[in-house]
T-cell receptor
Framework: AQKVTQAQTEISVVEKEDVTLDCVYE???????LFWYKQPPSGELVFLIR??????QNEISGRYSWNFQKSTSSFNFTITASQVVDSAVYFC????????????FGQGTTLQVKP | NAGVTQTPKFRILKIGQSMTLQCTQD?????MYWYRQDPGMGLKLIYY???????DKGEVPNGYNVSRSTTEDFPLRLELAAPSQTSVYFC???????????FGEGSWLTVV
C-alpha cells in the first residue's frame, strides 16, 4: 500500500528563518513520482515540484529546495529566508508508475510565517 | 485554454438533496480525476476516468457517481447528500505524458 506521512501538522517561523517540511513515503513500486503542492489561503493548489524515483539529485528553485533520499524514503522541502507570502498549507504526494494523476496525499503541513 | 473548470464554486445543500458538480477541460486530456479535501486533511481520490466511457473508483467512492460521455466533461453526482460529504472538491486532468497535473480551483460544498 502507498502512504505519505507529513508528521509536522503546523510550523510557525519568523520571517527570514529557514524552514524544512518533512515528507516520508511508503510504496512497493520501484518507479514512482513524488510531488509537493502549496495551498494558499485562497484554496487553490499550486504545483511546486515533481520528482521521479530514479532522479535522486537535489533540486533548488530560488528559495525552495528539495532533498530526496530513497534510503530513508523521504522527500523533504526547505524554504530559505522564509517570507510572509510563504504562509500556506503544503502537501506532499505520491503516485505510482502509471496513471500518475492518482495521487496519495499527506495530511499537509500548515506553515505560518510571521513578520 | 481555460484549463480545468469547475462549477459551482460554492454550494449549500440540504441533507438528502442531490446535485452535480461539473468539471470541464479543454486540453483534450484523457485522464480525469475527482478528489475531495476534508478540513485539515489532504486530498483523497473519489473517482477517475482514463477516457470517454471509462470510469473507476478511487479511495472514497461511496455516495458518489460519475460519468464520462465526452473527453471534455467529467461530472460528479451526489445522489443523497449527507453532512459527511461537506468538503472541498477538486477536479483534475493530466496531459498525455503524465508530467503535468492540472487542478481546477475547487468547489466548496456544505451539506446541512
Amino acid at each position: 500500500a502507498q502512504k505519505v506521512t507529513q508528521a509536522q501538522t503546523e510550523i510557525s517561523v519568523v520571517e527570514k528563518e529557514d524552514v524544512t517540511l518533512d515528507c516520508v513515503y511508503e510504496t512497493r513500486d520501484t518507479t514512482y513520482y513524488l510531488f509537493w503542492y502549496k495551498q494558499p489561503p485562497s484554496g487553490e493548489l499550486v504545483f511546486l515540484i515533481r520528482r521521479n524515483s530514479f532522479d535522486e539529485q537535489n533540486e533548488i528553485s530560488g528559495r525552495y529546495s528539495w532533498n530526496f533520499q530513497k534510503s530513508t524514503s523521504s522527500f523533504n522541502f526547505t524554504i530559505t529566508a522564509s517570507q510572509v507570502v510563504d504562509s500556506a498549507v503544503y502537501f506532499c504526494a505520491l503516485s505510482g508508475p502509471s496513471n500518475t494523476g492518482k495521487l496519495i496525499f499527506g495530511q499537509g503541513t500548515t506553515l505560518q510565517v510571521k513578520p | 485554454n481555460a484549463g480545468v473548470t469547475q462549477t459551482p464554486k460554492f454550494r449549500i445543500l440540504k441533507i438528502g438533496q442531490s446535485m452535480t458538480l461539473q468539471c470541464t477541460q479543454d486540453m483534450n486530456h484523457n485522464y480525469m480525476y475527482w478528489y475531495r479535501q476534508d478540513p485539515g486533511m489532504g486530498l483523497k481520490l473519489i473517482y477517475y476516468s482514463v477516457g470517454a466511457g471509462i470510469t473507476d473508483k478511487g479511495e472514497v467512492p461511496n455516495g458518489y457517481n460519475v460519468s464520462r460521455s465526452t473527453t471534455e466533461d467529467f461530472p460528479l453526482r451526489l445522489e443523497l447528500a449527507a453532512p459527511s460529504q461537506t468538503s472541498v472538491y477538486f477536479c483534475a486532468s493530466i496531459n498525455r505524458s503524465g508530467n503535468t497535473i492540472y487542478f481546477g480551483e475547487g468547489s466548496w460544498l456544505t451539506v446541512v
